[in-house]
Structure formats: C-alpha cells, structure tokens
Nanobody, 124 residues
C-alpha cells in the first residue's frame, strides 16, 4: 500500500516562502517519479513540479525559478521549496507518485498515487 502524506502548508504573506513535505511509504522516492500538483477553487489540477528517479526535474513557467523540488532518500521524503509566493499560488497542493516513465508527466492522469493535499494560502 502506497501512502503519501503532505505537510507544511499554511498561510503566508506574498513574497514569503514555504516548504512542503511529502512523506512516502510503500514506495521508494528514489526509484519513482515524484511530483506536485495544485488545485485552486473552481479550477483544474495543475502541474507544479516533477522529480524523476534519475534526478531530472521540470516545472511550468508559472513557478520556474521560484519553486524547487527535492528529495531525501534516507527519509523517503520529497520537498517543495516555494519562494517569492504570489496570491495566484493559493491552492491545495498534492504530492503524487508514479511508477512509470511516461513522457506526459505534466498530466495528472499519469500518476497513480496521490496524497490528501495541503492548503497553501498566500495573502496579498
């Protein structure tokens, strides 16, 4: 049974920083494609970050240069460091994992495992 448990969400002022954590069990983060998605009220889930098993990362232009995804293999945990936060970053953030190497890693449907989500609210 694969479980992903997010933590670290909260309320932060615009321009501030926040780090989300995703503790995984039942699957090794070092041998998986891990990622983060977010969903704002009334909107679809959007791709935020991807970290492949081989260390390759990718981000959409909306967060590139501000967000960083990383992992701690010993803790089997993935992180999302978010800097220079904007009100538009307000959303529920989900940790995801996949055992495949498909090319459409920006598609929510390509991930088999999802966490319960953690709320991030950026006040302007």
């Amino acid at each position: 049974q694969v479980q992903l448990v997010e933590s670290g969400g909260g309320l932060v002022q615009a321009g501030g920083s926040l780090t989300l954590s995703c503790a995984a069990s039942g699957r090794s983060v070092s041998r998986s494609r891990m990622g983060w998605f977010r969903q704002a009220p009334g909107k679809e889930r959007d791709f935020v970050a991807m970290l492949n098993w081989n260390g390759i990362t990718d981000y959409p232009n909306s967060v590139k240069g501000r967000f960083t995804i990383s992992r701690d293999n010993a803790k089997n945990t993935v992180y999302l460091q978010m800097n220079s936060l904007k009100s538009g970053d307000t959303a529920v953030y989900y940790c995801v994992a996949s055992g495949t190497d498909s090319s459409n890693y920006y598609d929510a449907g390509s991930y088999s495992y999802w966490g319960q989500g953690t709320q991030v609210t950026v006040s302007s």
